[in-house]
C-alpha cells in the first residue's frame, strides 16, 4: 500500500484515482465513525469531505515516519471532518467533550488537545473494534485468542514462513473459498503453491487461518496489519 502511494505522489494520476475509488469502504467507514451514523455517497457531505481528505494523505503521507498509510489516512480524514463539523456547527455528532457554547472559552492548544484525546480515543475504539471483528470470524474455526497465544510460532521463521503462506492463501480465491466451507486449511495443494512445508502449515493451522483472515480484508484490520507489516516487508524483499 505504501508502495502504491509514494507511486501516486510521484505523478501516477491513474494509480491515484484508482486508489480513491478501491478505498471507497474504508472512507465510509472512517467517516461514519467520526460522525457517528452511517453515511451514504450522494446524500451526504461528509463523505466528499472525507473523499477529499483521503486525496490529501496520499499527498502528504511521508513513510519514513513510521507508519502506515491507512491509519494515518484515517486520522487526516478524521481531523478535516471535525474542522468542518464545527464551522457547520454540528457538534452533536461527536464525542468531544464540548459543548458548543463553551467553545469560544478554549484556547487553540486545548481543542488540539481535545481533538488528539478524541483521536487516541477513537484509534482505541477501533483496535478493539478489529479485535471483535476477528474474534467472530475466527468463532467458526473453534479458534479463540487464548489459542492464538498458545499455539503462536516463537521462531521467526516459523512466523514468517506462515505468513508467506497466509499470502498465498489469502490471495488465491479458490483455497480461500475452501477454507471458509470446510473450516480447514487445504494444507497439501497451500503447501505446493507456497513452498512452506506440510508439517509446518499443520502445525500452524490456528496462527495461519487468523492471519490469512487478516490478509483477505485488509481494509477491514488496518491496525491488525500493522503488527504483520515487518513479516510481511520481509517476505516482500526475500522474493525480490
Same mark, same amino acid.
Given at each position: 500500500?505504501?508502495? %502504491? =502511494?509514494? *507511486?501516486?505522489?510521484?505523478g @501516477?494520476?491513474?494509480?491515484? +484515482? &484508482?486508489?480513491? !475509488?478501491?478505498?471507497?469502504?474504508? /472512507?465510509?467507514?472512517?467517516?461514519?465513525?467520526?460522525?457517528?451514523?452511517?453515511?451514504?455517497?450522494?446524500?451526504?457531505?461528509?463523505?466528499?469531505?472525507?473523499?477529499?481528505?483521503?486525496?490529501?494523505?496520499i499527498?502528504?503521507?511521508?513513510?519514513?515516519?513510521?507508519?502506515?498509510?491507512?491509519?494515518?489516512?484515517? %486520522? =487526516?480524514? *478524521?481531523?478535516?471532518?471535525? @474542522?468542518?463539523?464545527?464551522? +457547520? &456547527?454540528?457538534? !452533536?455528532?461527536?464525542?468531544?467533550? /464540548?459543548?458548543?457554547?463553551?467553545?469560544?472559552?478554549?484556547?487553540?492548544?486545548?481543542?488540539?488537545?481535545?481533538?488528539?484525546?478524541?483521536?487516541?480515543r477513537?484509534?482505541?475504539?477501533?483496535?478493539?473494534?478489529?479485535?471483535?471483528?476477528?474474534?467472530?470470524?475466527l468463532?467458526?474455526?473453534?479458534?479463540?485468542?487464548?489459542?492464538?497465544?498458545?499455539?503462536?510460532?516463537?521462531?521467526?521463521?516459523?512466523?514468517q514462513?506462515?505468513?508467506?503462506?497466509a499470502?498465498?492463501?489469502?490471495?488465491?480465491?479458490?483455497?480461500?473459498?475452501?477454507?471458509?466451507?470446510?473450516?480447514?486449511?487445504?494444507?497439501?495443494?497451500?503447501?505446493e503453491?507456497?513452498?512452506?512445508?506440510?508439517?509446518?502449515?499443520?502445525?500452524?493451522?490456528?496462527?495461519?487461518?487468523?492471519?490469512?483472515?487478516?490478509?483477505?480484508?485488509?481494509?477491514?484490520?488496518?491496525?491488525?496489519?500493522?503488527?504483520?507489516?515487518?513479516?510481511?516487508?520481509?517476505?516482500?524483499?526475500?522474493?525480490?
Amino acid at each position: 500500500m505504501e508502495e %502504491l =502511494v509514494l *507511486r501516486a505522489q510521484q505523478g @501516477d494520476r491513474q494509480l491515484r +484515482e &484508482q486508489l480513491l !475509488q478501491e478505498y471507497q469502504p474504508f /472512507i465510509v467507514k472512517i467517516a461514519s465513525q467520526t460522525v457517528g451514523r452511517f453515511l451514504n455517497w450522494g446524500v451526504d457531505e461528509e463523505l466528499n469531505i472525507a473523499l477529499t481528505a483521503f486525496d490529501e494523505a496520499i499527498l502528504r503521507f511521508q513513510q519514513k515516519k513510521g507508519t502506515p498509510f491507512l491509519p494515518f489516512a484515517a %486520522l =487526516v480524514i *478524521r481531523s478535516r471532518l471535525l @474542522d468542518w463539523l464545527r464551522a +457547520e &456547527q454540528r457538534h !452533536q455528532h461527536l464525542s468531544l467533550d /464540548i459543548e458548543n457554547e463553551q467553545e469560544e472559552d478554549f484556547s487553540p492548544a486545548e481543542l488540539q488537545l481535545s481533538l488528539a484525546q478524541y483521536q487516541a480515543r477513537s484509534l482505541a475504539e477501533e483496535r478493539g473494534l478489529e479485535l471483535a471483528l476477528l474474534e467472530e470470524k475466527l468463532r467458526p474455526f473453534a479458534i479463540s485468542f487464548n489459542d492464538l497465544v498458545d499455539s503462536a510460532p516463537r521462531h521467526r521463521d516459523t512466523k514468517q514462513a506462515l505468513v508467506k503462506a497466509a499470502r498465498y492463501l489469502a490471495q488465491n480465491q479458490s483455497l480461500f473459498q475452501q477454507l471458509l466451507e470446510k473450516k480447514t486449511v487445504p494444507a497439501k495443494q497451500l503447501a505446493e503453491v507456497s513452498g512452506v512445508s506440510l508439517k509446518t502449515l499443520e502445525k500452524g493451522r490456528k496462527y495461519l487461518i487468523a492471519v490469512a483472515l487478516i490478509l483477505h480484508d485488509a481494509t477491514e484490520f488496518v491496525h491488525l496489519i500493522y503488527y504483520l507489516k515487518p513479516l510481511l516487508q520481509l517476505e516482500e524483499r526475500e522474493q525480490e
